[in-house]
């Protein structure tokens, strides 16, 4: 069986290596000594539509298939993973407005999120709780035709600078999910600073005192937090990370060629020594291995494969460790010079090691896909 992009998804893949060329690479080292991605930045993401990737069209999004969607989060996460980390997040909220929204809360949000004109984001880890997402301890308490939020959600990327939050809270005991509005009185957002990675995504620690609700901010109804809303979201989310990671390693990869070709040790360039060209092979098989399984998994994603969620999750845990391994190698080959901001490799090893922890730890993807191997009749003989 061939696998081969068509026409279309071509064409995509141009266009987004051209944006990304022009408008992200060159700038990324200064996201990250600013700590921020400039608004004329997202506005840009927003005037191609990207921040809309998986919107459906009728709301003013690509409605881009999941394949294509991954080659979005590959070019963007070979110039910056920062910028890629909010399309993650951004994405995370689309899915789940339009997934599990009313009609009333699709016909608010989704043009405005699809647009860029509101900025999204996704609340769910807690100071006290990351993985462990069902002990959540923001609680939601009704009252009225309002529900009041009290609590505190830490490492929420772009809350910085987020409109509009997917926020997860326990409601009589059972995990639920609410839009919440930054504006909200009671909500106070500070920034967090000085991340190992992705040091330009924002991240803020959101502070919930007494915020008032409105019950139509409720999405599918008390206690269907976790199980619908977040892990379908989470798909997305993982998907994006395990993409945006086969950027990581194929800036590695071309970083490395390019350096191979320019540096000289004893008399001749680094390409002509047979353990660099070892490495470089490695980097060539782990980011062609790590797309495969990501385009696998999206393709099972687009016709509601039941065994998705476990391609996804494969596909993160191989990705993400793919990058942290071609990362490493990357700075090794560059030497000395890898080590300092004159060279992106440094950034894009701070970036990998990243992606091994956010939307699920790479520990947490090898229990649950072990446990996929028990549950499914695909593995027992």
Not at 10 to 29: K, L
């Amino acid at each position: 069986m061939r696998l081969e992009l068509t026409e279309q998804q071509q064409e995509s893949q141009a266009a987004f290596r051209a944006f990304v060329n022009e408008e992200i690479f060159p700038y990324a080292d200064e996201f990250e000594r600013q700590e921020c991605v400039p608004r004329a930045v997202i506005d840009k993401l927003a005037q191609q539509r990207y921040l809309g990737a998986i919107a459906s069209q009728t709301m003013g999004g690509l409605g881009a298939d999941m394949i294509t969607f991954a080659i979005l989060n590959e070019e963007l996460g070979r110039g910056c993973s920062s910028v890629r980390s909010l399309l993650t997040v951004h994405s995370m909220l689309i899915y789940a407005i339009q997934r599990w929204g009313t009609r009333t809360q699709k016909e608010a949000w989704l043009s405005r999120l699809a647009a860029g004109e509101t900025i999204g984001a996704f609340a769910l880890s807690e100071p006290n709780i990351g993985s462990d997402a069902k002990g959540i301890e923001t609680s939601a308490t009704a009252q009225g035709q309002s529900y009041i939020l009290n609590g505190r959600k830490k490492w929420i990327t772009f809350g910085q600078v987020a409109d509009l939050f997917v926020v997860f809270a326990q409601c009589g005991g059972r995990p639920t999910a609410f839009l919440v509005e930054s504006s909200v009185p009671g909500l106070t957002i500070k920034p967090i600073h000085g991340l190992l990675g992705t040091k330009a995504s924002m991240l803020a620690e959101l502070t919930f005192d007494q915020c008032e609700i409105p019950a139509a901010n409720l999405i599918g109804g008390e206690g269907f937090g976790f199980m619908t809303v977040a892990l379908s979201a989470l798909d997305i989310g993982r998907y994006s990370v395990a993409t945006g990671s086969v950027g990581i390693g194929q800036a590695c990869l071309e970083a490395s060629v390019q350096y191979t070709q320019e540096r000289k040790q004893f008399g001749v360039y680094l390409k002509d020594h047979q353990l660099i060209r070892q490495m470089i092979t490695n980097m060539i098989t782990n980011v062609r291995a790590a797309r495969l399984l990501c385009y696998q998994a999206g393709y099972l994603k687009d016709i509601e494969d039941p065994e998705a969620t476990t391609s996804i999750l494969i596909a993160k845990y191989f990705a993400s460790t793919m990058a942290t391994r071609v990362a490493s190698d990357a700075v090794q080959i560059h030497g000395a010079n890898g080590c300092t901001a004159e060279y992106p490799v440094a950034r894009y090893m701070r970036d990998a090691k990243i992606m091994e922890i956010i939307e699920g730890s790479t520990q947490i993807q090898q229990i649950t896909i072990a446990k996929s191997a028990y549950e499914s009749d695909h593995y027992h003989g």
